[in-house]
């Protein structure tokens, strides 16, 4: 990758404390950045005012209906302008990726996150500075076309990863015929924690996720 920077962000910062996991994943970033010569960037409410480039994109930006789609389209403005590689917050590298992790992102221009079932994730992705005009484009075209359909008013949750997330990730990565990292798992450890849900689904739903977390674990 052109551009040695890592970035994660946590827009709400006033409940970070109460996130030990996170906590504990950033500073091994911040560790592994510092021993790679890796720039490490933490974004927080603060400081994303001066990612909002135009009026366009501050519009759309301030009018997402809430805080977990902008956490989503902030991350596309960020790797934008900066390069580099997002990662969220529950992903950490592991053994292997501690050792090779800096020469698996050197031979890559491009790296594309992917999910459990294999599928495209915008849990972690890495491009250089200024190539993901198309995808910013998009995102708020797709945005647009969900909020018009009485279908994404019920179900919330699906709303939120086709308009700014993972599922709007996945259909541009298709279009443009990106190649998934399939070798990228060897060097993570992903705990899916999945944040979002408990704010923006029902109850129930919530609950089923959960049940089939532990299961996974099991």
């Known amino acids: 990758m052109k551009e040695k920077i890592i970035h994660q962000e946590f827009l709400d910062i006033k409940d970070f404390p109460n996130h030990p996991l996170f906590n504990e994943n950033k500073q091994k970033w911040e560790k592994w950045a510092e021993l790679n010569g890796y720039k490490y960037m933490f974004h927080t ?4 005012e001066k990612y909002l480039i135009n009026d366009k994109i501050k519009d759309f930006y301030k009018g997402l209906r809430n805080h977990w789609l902008r956490v989503d389209f902030m991350r596309y403005l960020i790797v934008n302008q900066e390069g580099g ?4 917050l529950d992903i950490c590298l592991n053994s292997e990726g501690e050792k090779y992790f800096d020469e698996y992102l050197s031979n890559r221009d491009e790296v594309y996150g992917i999910d459990k079932n294999n599928k495209f994730c ?5 491009f250089s500075k200024g190539s993901l005009d198309n995808l910013i484009d998009f995102a708020i075209k797709q945005t647009e076309e969900k ?3 009485p279908i994404y008013e019920v179900y919330k949750g699906r709303y939120l990863l086709y308009s700014t997330g993972s599922h709007m990730f996945r259909k541009w ?3 443009n015929k990106k190649k998934k990292c399939e070798i990228l798992p060897k060097y993570l450890i992903n705990s899916w924690t999945s944040s979002w849900l408990k704010t923006i689904v029902s109850k129930k739903t919530y609950n089923l996720h959960e049940r089939k977390k532990k299961k996974e674990i099991k």
Not at 45 to 48: A, F, G, I, L, Q
Not at 85 to 88: I, R, S
Not at 122 to 126: A, L
């Open 173 to 175: 990565c298709t279009i």
């Open 85 to 88: 590689l997002y990662v969220d």
């Open 45 to 48: 409410e603060e400081n994303t």
């Open 147 to 149: 909020s018009k359909m």
């Open 122 to 126: 915008n849990c972690m992705f890495g």
